[in-house]
């Protein structure tokens, strides 16, 4: 079979299409990641374990609340970030600036909270009920055929797109955001500079969560809900960040946009094993060849 | 009362004597400098006042009210500024969000007016506003660290080691600038140096440490004159 026969100008926008929209949620997933990396240096391994809290708080409030979906899925962060603050204060912050001691604490914390999930919400696969079932269907006098686009996905990639430029215009524009990415720089300089840390701390660890939680939200609606669902973003996160850089913003997004598309793109025309295969070795060429990412820095 | 007073100061890492003991006082307009070699002690009597070493002994009070225990953030809303050892600029922000970063503790009105004063002090931090910090020369990121600190108005100036791999013009020109903002706001500054024949040509008042403890003390132009300072610190004969 011919390769380029295979890949139609309509599959070719079907897939960027649908890269695009994966792509967002991993990047939104990694942000939250590399942010608590960045600043704190703590490794987030219980970081799949609020995105399944993200995915049961859609459930709830979407699917048996019956709130408007665009109002459900924001609602889910800010609940599940809000929740979050106290094991921030319980857990996560023994932990800050000690990275192999949070590892190994942080790997406990997703396992008790997988397991209080289980028996919370017990063993079976959920489905989170689709917002949308139409289909927009464009481009046939362009391609001879026509590109099809389920309003479900447009609107999940509307809601990741205005929460990755909500975060942009924090990080980069506002005095929160500054404080952020000079403590992440130097925390003992910039508490002598008057930024009280333990505050900044406080406050990316819930916008981390709070993306990180969406975007469970978003996933579970795509895949399945459960108690387990977790693995995969904490594992999304982790080859999103080490491709883009450990720490580091932009890496992140670069990071989440190559195997997004990249994942997609292999697994519609190979399959998912060799997506599969591909995507881990590209994570092992890259931390042989440059372990400190494509964009982040040796340190 | 002076505005900032140290008593017996002993600051430790653990086992390890930062200083045994240092005593000085500062008063307001004036420029005392803290002289001696590597590890005598300077920059952790500095790190102590700001709250960054830990105090094992002694006493240090700003307006006769004590800065033990207060954190740094909170130092600085007393009124110091701080201006470490190596720099030390956010090389990856650009030169206006570092000195955003030192007023973070003034309102929004107040950033944008003392922004332009800083220029005004630092024109060539001005031309390079929007150009990331850590690609700033050595003598630049020290004009930078510089004004970070005077971002807040402080009341006291702690500058750690400025002259450190600089050139001599721009050695002479961070001493104007510093004459210059004492000039104008009052300032207090201590001056940790290596450079014992700079530090001495700029300072009022002099403390020479000496592994922790103060070898000699007195006012810079009579350390000038001393033979002995002379021999063992200005490298004269």
Redesign the interface.
Known sequence: MNFTDLLTPVLFGQILLDGLSVSSIYILIALGFTLLFGIMRVVNFAHGEFAMLGGFALYCLWGQFKLPFIVAVPLAGLVVAAGSLVLEQTVFRFFYQKMFQSMIGLLGLSTVMMYSAMILWGEQERQIPPAFTDTLEFGASLFGENLLLPVDRLVMFGISLTTLAAFYLLIMHTRIGLAMRAAAEDVEVAEAMGIRTRVVYRQAFAVAIFMTAIAGALYGQIYFLSFQMGDQPLLKAFIVVILGGMGSIPGAALGGLILGMGEVFLSTLFGPSVSNFVSFGGVIAILICRPWGLLGKPE | MSLLTIDQLEVRYGPIYGTHSVSLTLDAGETVALVGSNGAGKSSTLKAI?G?APVARGTITLDGKSLLGV???D???RGLG?S?EGR?V????SVR?NL???G??IDKASMRQRMEQMFGYFPRLRERASQRAGSLSGGEQQMLAIG??LM?RPRVFLLDEPSLGLAPIVVERIGEIIAEVQKAEGLAVILAEQNAVWALAIAHRAVILELGHIAVQGSAEAMRADPQVQRAFLGLE
Do not use: D, N, T
Not at chain 2, 90 to 93: A, I, K, R, S, W
């Open positions: 700001m960054i954190r740094p953030a130092v600085v809303r701080y470490p030390r956010f090389g990856q922000l969000e955003e970063v030192g973070i503790i970070r600190a807040s």
